[in-house]
């Protein structure tokens, strides 16, 4: 699980959210200042950071800026000491996902990591899909350069396998349920379906679809 970040250059709360957290099952480190914080974050594998928009010369802001634009994935719980509506729009604006009011309760502060730790990983899980995907758009771009002789249908038609290995991982990827390719009879000008995931495999020989 990846870890929880708490910047405070106050030790009473730091320690005092840490015990509360690490209660509740989270790997917790610690940050006193912004640059502390930044440190942090190339060294562990931050999922969320709490942080302390109060911290001295408005760094607590600017650490926010920081962290968001080097990592979108990191969520980020601020936290102040006063009511300034000003401070917590200018967070939340940034990239904040929620912000808490001190004195912290123990119960409202582990939900919200909760969800900022939920936030993380589907960010995260998007990155790598996409990743993936990328990855995928490169493989169709190299076998778009090859010569339309090496891909008409008969010379395609003895690598099925192959084909549906393909088409069984980017329905994976997509999470699409029904996902097929389909090739080019040049001769007759017609597509001919040759492999699908999420489809009857008997029909599939039997799908002609004129060009245009």
Request: net charge negative.
């Amino acid at each position: 699980m990846p870890k929880v970040l708490i910047c405070d250059d106050e030790a009473f709360f730091r320690n005092a959210m840490g015990e509360i957290l690490r209660k509740e099952g989270f790997d917790v480190v610690t940050a006193e200042s912004g640059a502390d914080a930044i440190a942090r974050l190339a060294e562990e594998e931050v999922g969320v950071v709490i942080l302390d928009v109060a911290i001295p010369e408005q760094e607590g802001l600017e650490t926010l800026r920081r962290i968001k634009a080097e990592n979108t994935a990191i969520q980020v719980i601020v936290i102040t000491a006063t009511s300034d509506e000003e401070a917590i729009l200018n967070a939340l604006r940034l990239g904040a996902l929620d912000y808490l009011a001190k004195p912290i309760h123990a119960q409202e502060l582990a939900l919200s990591v909760k969800k900022a730790l939920g936030t993380h990983e589907l960010h995260a899980e998007q990155k790598r899909k996409l990743r993936q995907l990328r990855r995928l758009v490169d493989s169709a771009r190299r076998l778009a350069e090859v010569s339309n002789d090496d891909l008409t249908y008969e010379s395609v038609s003895e690598n099925i396998p192959l084909l549906q290995t393909t088409v069984d991982l980017i329905a994976g990827i997509l999470e699409a349920e029904r996902i097929s390719i389909m090739l080019l009879d040049e001769a007759r000008q017609e597509l001919r379906l040759a492999v699908g995931s999420g489809l009857d495999p008997e029909s599939i020989p039997g799908v002609v679809v004129r060009v245009g």
